[in-house]
């Protein structure tokens, strides 16, 4: 697999310019992200309204310190909302990714380059105004600048492995019609298991262990365990990270392999 950057930069673009022909797309992001996060975070805070000042409550969270993590989560849900299962499970459908056969790249790098714009231009145009926002209405926990730099790191690695399922799960339309109902149940357990509807710390423990045996921690509880200095000193700070990046490898692995049938499924039908 050549995977020369300069042969994939022209989709980065061209994915940028088509993005930036929808520019009301983000203003409806923006208020369903805002949305989301008013109820989600008033709803949260009302729960912790006994903790005393300054204390803790449920988890190990301060009125503060659960307030940030909802509003984060919400964020990063919208860093992940890449459009790649989307357009992946369309492509097939046309049999457009067909193209991409006789082309000299590769069509999971193809569609990750095509996504770096949209991830990007949701951090800027959606997640900043939406925290600066909520700065004004409820108080937030400020990071430490070591927890802030690994936080940056881990949102990063949460990029790729939001990829990579967004990838997998748009690659079941070579074995189903209609990925609808595929897509939906992945954004229900990913939601869940990521700890972006309800902390990892509060669930139960057999709950909690199963979620920390998934890869979709690594999406959001893992870099907010981070961000909230929620971790026992290097080596737990070293541990998030490690399983993130061997997630983002795994499932690395996983797309090559799938795709590789795919296209072996592709052939014998003649595509």
């Known amino acids: 697999m050549n995977v020369r950057a300069g042969r994939y930069v022209p989709f980065a673009t061209g994915g940028l310019q088509s993005l930036l022909q929808y520019r009301s797309m983000f203003v409806v992001t923006g208020v369903t992200a805002a949305a989301g996060a008013a109820v989600t975070v008033f709803l949260w805070r009302a729960v912790y309204a006994e903790s005393p000042d300054g204390g803790t409550g449920p988890g190990g969270f301060t009125p503060a310190g659960i307030t940030t993590y909802l509003l984060v989560a ?4 919208v860093l ?10 369309a492509e097939v459908y046309r049999g457009d990714v067909a193209v991409m056969l006789v082309r000299p790249v590769s069509y999971p790098l193809v569609r990750l380059f095509a996504c770096l714009p949209v991830v990007a231009a949701n951090a800027v145009l959606v997640g900043v105004p939406v925290l600066v926002l909520f700065s004004f209405l409820v108080p937030l926990t400020t990071p430490r600048p070591v927890d802030a730099a690994l936080f940056a790191v881990s949102t990063a690695l949460s990029v790729l492995i939001a990829f990579c399922v967004n990838l997998l799960t748009g690659m079941t339309g070579f074995v189903t019609t209609n990925t609808w109902g ?10 869940f298991f990521a700890g972006q509807l309800v902390p990892i ?22 870099p907010l365990t981070l961000l909230l200095g929620r971790y026992d000193g ?23 392999v799938l795709w590789r049938a795919a296209l072996g499924r592709l052939e014998v039908l003649g595509g």
Do not use: I, Y
Not at 80 to 89: F, S, Y
Not at 182 to 191: E, F, G, H, I
Not at 201 to 222: I, K, Q, S, T
């Open 74 to 77: 919400q964020v990063l849900q």
């Open 80 to 89: 992940h909302a890449n459009r790649v299962d989307d357009e992946v499970a």
């Open 182 to 191: 595929v897509r939906m149940v992945k954004q229900s357990v990913v939601a």
């Open 201 to 222: 710390a509060l669930m139960p423990g057999p709950l909690a262990a199963v979620a920390h045996a998934l890869p979709f921690r690594g999406m959001v509880d893992g």
């Open 234 to 256: 290097a080596g737990g700070a070293v541990a998030v990270l490690a399983q993130q990046a061997g997630w983002v490898a795994g499932l690395t692995v996983l797309c090559a």
